[in-house]
């Protein structure tokens, strides 16, 4: 699976807009962009994913650059309770992967009251 | 929305004992489950697939004769940890597929395993 590059960190208000970029310049024409939470101590919590057009859903907004290469996940207004490690994965539906879905490092977000 | 839970959510265990884990999709059916392991302030590392009725892929560096998985049912994997050392102690995740697109993915909570 082609691999992606996310900050180590970011900082945000409570209330305001957050971009969490990801860059995968290697991405295939099969990869799909994935994003995935991790709350402390919890399991990975599902947050949007897309191929090529933008998607919205009651969480989140991803934006998919126009050559693929890198997107971003919009959190519209950002809640305490979004402080995460926000996960950026590619997977491709086809080939010997089968779905299993690999992590990086992720971005750990911080949101100040 | 579907859900996934784990049994137990925590469990201590000495070095040498066996313990099992189970992973249970609750309102869904999952032909596929993955497992994880993730150590603190590391990302999650899969461990194996497990597929209903079929034997278990393991990643490499993984050894299917210290963690077992089993996948009897449509609804519930385990995982068991064979003579368990305290290397072994980490968070274990698993996660089921729903549906045949492979693109709903949903998690468990984790277990946090801690062998003394």
């Known amino acids: 699976d082609a691999k992606t590059t996310q900050p180590n960190s970011m900082e945000s208000n409570e209330e305001e807009p957050v971009h969490l970029p990801c860059n995968h310049s290697t991405i295939s024409g099969t990869d799909y962009i994935h994003w995935y939470r991790q709350l402390p101590s919890q399991g990975p919590e599902y947050v949007i994913h897309?191929?090529?057009s933008n998607v919205n859903n009651r969480m989140a907004s991803l934006a998919i650059a126009e050559d693929r290469k890198s997107s971003t996940l919009i959190l519209h207004r950002a809640t305490l309770r979004d402080a995460a490690v926000y996960y950026c994965i590619l997977r491709s539906d086809y080939g010997g992967s089968q779905g299993n879905l690999i992590f990086g490092k992720g971005t750990k977000l911080s949101v100040k009251p | 929305g579907a859900v996934v839970s784990q049994h137990p959510s925590r469990v201590i265990c000495k070095s040498g004992t066996s313990v099992k884990i189970e992973c249970r999709s609750l309102d869904f059916q999952a032909t596929t489950m993955f497992w994880y392991r993730q150590f603190p302030k590391q990302s999650l590392m899969l461990m194996a697939t497990s597929n209903e009725g079929s034997k278990a892929t393991y990643e490499q560096g993984v050894e299917k004769d210290k963690f077992l998985i089993n996948h009897a049912s449509l609804t519930l994997s385990t995982l068991t940890v064979t003579s368990a050392h305290p290397e072994d102690s980490s968070f274990y995740i698993c996660?089921?597929?729903?549906?045949?697109?492979?693109?709903?993915?949903?998690f468990g909570p984790g277990t946090r395993l801690t062998v003394l």
């Open positions: 996660s089921a597929v729903k549906g045949v697109l492979l693109n709903e993915q949903f």
């Open positions: 897309g191929l090529t």
